[in-house]
């Protein structure tokens, strides 16, 4: 499974940005989906997920600013981040639980994207 993120970049404090994650490859289902962050010196974190049926959940760090969705059908998932903060700056990082066979059974396995540079200044 490989997934593919794009739109980062940079913006100026109260700006937005569009961060988007397509999943590729041989899998069974593509099942919950998120976004985690790392900043400079920090470990990674939570920045939103969303389940299979489309529920989301957010850091309170990013509550009514970030917005994460998905479009099942294309195995891709997004996140509308407005509002930008300084502090919002980090490397942002696409996850997926997908499932998928290994001979002769499925199994379950998290991966990860590349990494997306997003920078806010203030």
């Known amino acids: 499974v490989q997934l593919q993120a794009s739109g980062g970049g940079l913006v100026q404090a109260g700006g937005s940005l569009r961060l988007s994650c397509a999943a590729s490859?041989?899998?069974?289902?593509?099942?919950?989906m998120g976004w985690y962050r790392q900043a400079p010196g920090k470990q990674r974190e939570l920045a939103a997920v969303?389940?299979?049926?489309?529920?989301?959940n957010y850091a309170d760090s990013v509550k009514g600013r970030f917005t994460i969705s998905r479009d099942s059908a294309k195995n891709t998932v997004y996140l509308q981040m407005n509002s930008l903060k300084p502090e919002d700056t980090a490397v942002y990082y696409c996850?997926?639980?997908?499932?998928?066979?290994?001979?002769?059974?499925?199994?379950?396995?998290?991966?990860w994207g590349q990494g997306t540079q997003v920078t806010v200044s203030s």
């Open positions: 969303i389940s299979t049926g489309g529920r989301p």
């Open positions: 490859g041989r899998f069974v289902s593509i099942n919950t």
């Open positions: 996850n997926a639980d997908a499932t998928v066979t290994l001979g002769w059974s499925a199994t379950a396995r998290a991966y």
